[in-house]
């Protein structure tokens, strides 16, 4: 069975860094997003990468936000910097087969196309 699990989130003040983490057991990360929800908003996708290294990210996050992977710990990292209230947020990651990243630039990243989804972590930004 595949499991996701967010870790990393906290309270941070404005301008302040995170890195979250997803890890998985029972299968390879390899198309991985980033979503949050904030309460009363819809989900929103605000990064990817893909099996072959293409990535992606919103505007909303476009030179804050860095997507990596770590392959031999099976794991995704999202390093979060200058982060800002309007960041605040539950953070979830979540699977789906093979898509380049050059797609979600076009189209847009909806939840709809991930099917395998972690619990999330709740990132604050708050002074």
Do not use: H
């Not at 997003?33 to 099996?51: C, D, L, M, T, V």
């Not at 395998?116 to 708050?126: D, E, P």
């Amino acid at each position: 069975q595949v499991q996701l699990v967010e870790s990393g989130g906290g309270l941070v003040q404005p301008g302040g860094s995170l890195r979250l983490s997803c890890a998985a057991s029972g299968f390879t990360l390899d198309n991985i997003g980033w979503f949050r929800q904030a309460p009363g908003k819809e989900r929103e996708g605000i990064s990817y990468i893909s099996s072959d290294g293409s990535t992606y990210y919103a505007n909303s996050v476009k030179g804050r936000f860095t997507i990596s992977r770590d392959n031999a710990k099976n794991t995704v990292f999202l390093q979060m910097n200058s982060l800002k209230p309007g960041d605040t947020a539950l953070y979830y990651c979540a699977a789906r087969e093979y898509r380049s990243a050059n797609y979600y630039y076009r189209f847009g990243m909806r939840p709809q196309d991930f099917g395998s989804w972690g619990q999330g972590t709740q990132v604050t930004v708050s002074s």
